[in-house]
C-alpha cells in the first residue's frame, strides 16, 4: 500500500470515528433530554411525591428512597419552568421547604378533589366555529374516579340571560291573577325577556343550556386547542401547570405560577380563573 493510500485510509477512519463519536453524543444528549422532560401528567404527580427515578422506574413503598426528602427535593427543582416563571427564587425555595419537611411532608394525590382542568376547545355553534372552555373535575364514581364536566365559559351564553333592573324591567301587574295569569302571553315570546319574570335571586345554569344543546346537535365539538390544571391541593398554596413543549431540558408538564394563597385570596382566585364576575 502507498503512503498517499494508507495517509486516505487513516484519515477516512479519523473522520468516521468523528462522526460516529458525534452521533453517539448527540443520541445521549437527546435521551437525557428526553429523560429529564416531564411528558405525561402522571410523571408529574410521581416526580413531586418522589415515587420514580430519572429515567422512569418507580419505586415500591417498601424502597427507602420512596417519598425521600432527599430525591423529592431534587425532582422538585426541575418541576418549574425556568424561562417565563415569574415567581422569586425565595418563593419557590419555601414552597419545596415546606412540601419536603420531615415533619409534615405534602404530596399530590390524581384522587384530590383540590385540583382541576382548565380545557380550551372548538366547537360549532350556529354555522360557526366558537371557542368554548370547560371546567373539569375528578370525581368518585362507584369503586373508581372519572372526569366530570363541572362549569363553562361561553362567550354566547354571556348576555343569553341578562335580567332587565329598575325602571326598564318588564314586570306582570300584580292583579294578574285576576286575568288568570293570561298576560303571560306577553312574557313567554319568542325573541323576549321570559329572564325577566324570575324569582330575584334567579341565577341561569348555563351548564344544562350547554348540554341540552350538545344533545340537540347544535353545538358541535370540533377540538381541543389548549389544556392546563390550577391546583390548590398544597395547604397555603396555588400553582398552575401548563406543558411547555420545546427543546432541552425544561420541558413538558411544569409549574408556571405560583402563589401562597389565604382562604379569601383563594375564593378570589377561583373567580378569576372561572371568569365570574
Request: no cysteine; glycine share 4%.
Amino acid at each position: 500500500m502507498s503512503r498517499l493510500t494508507l495517509l486516505t485510509s487513516l484519515l477516512f477512519i479519523f473522520f468516521f470515528q468523528g462522526v460516529q463519536a458525534q452521533i453517539v453524543s448527540e443520541d445521549e444528549e437527546i435521551e437525557r433530554q428526553l429523560l429529564a422532560s416531564t411528558k405525561q401528567l402522571n410523571q408529574f404527580f410521581n416526580r413531586f411525591n418522589g415515587e420514580e427515578d430519572t429515567k422512569g422506574r418507580k419505586f415500591e413503598p417498601d424502597d427507602r428512597q420512596y417519598r425521600s426528602e432527599r430525591i423529592r427535593k431534587r425532582y422538585l427543582s426541575i418541576l418549574f419552568d425556568e424561562e417565563n416563571a415569574e415567581f422569586s427564587e425565595d418563593l419557590l425555595k419555601t414552597f419545596i421547604e415546606q412540601v419536603t419537611d420531615k415533619d409534615n411532608p405534602q404530596f399530590l394525590s390524581l384522587r384530590s378533589p383540590e385540583w382541576f382542568a382548565v380545557v380550551n376547545t372548538t366547537f360549532k355553534y350556529r354555522g360557526k366555529e366558537e371557542p368554548l372552555t370547560l371546567y373539569m373535575q375528578i370525581q368518585q364514581e362507584g369503586l373508581g374516579y372519572e372526569w366530570v364536566i363541572s362549569d363553562l365559559v361561553f362567550e354566547p351564553y354571556n348576555t343569553l340571560f341578562d335580567k332587565q333592573r329598575g325602571e326598564t324591567k318588564e314586570f306582570l301587574h300584580p292583579m294578574s291573577h285576576e286575568l288568570d295569569f293570561m298576560n303571560l302571553r306577553k312574557a313567554l315570546v319568542k325573541g323576549g325577556s321570559p329572564e325577566s319574570y324570575t324569582l330575584a335571586d334567579f341565577k341561569p345554569d348555563l351548564l344544562t343550556v350547554f348540554l341540552y344543546e350538545v344533545k340537540m346537535g347544535l353545538l358541535e365539538f370540533q377540538t381541543v386547542n389548549r389544556l392546563n390544571f390550577h391546583f390548590f391541593s398544597i395547604d397555603g398554596w396555588y400553582f398552575q401547570l401548563n406543558n411547555f413543549n420545546r427543546p432541552g431540558y425544561n420541558t413538558g408538564w411544569l409549574i408556571s405560577d405560583l402563589a401562597q394563597v389565604n382562604d379569601s385570596q383563594k375564593e378570589a382566585l377561583l373567580k378569576i380563573i372561572y371568569d365570574k364576575k
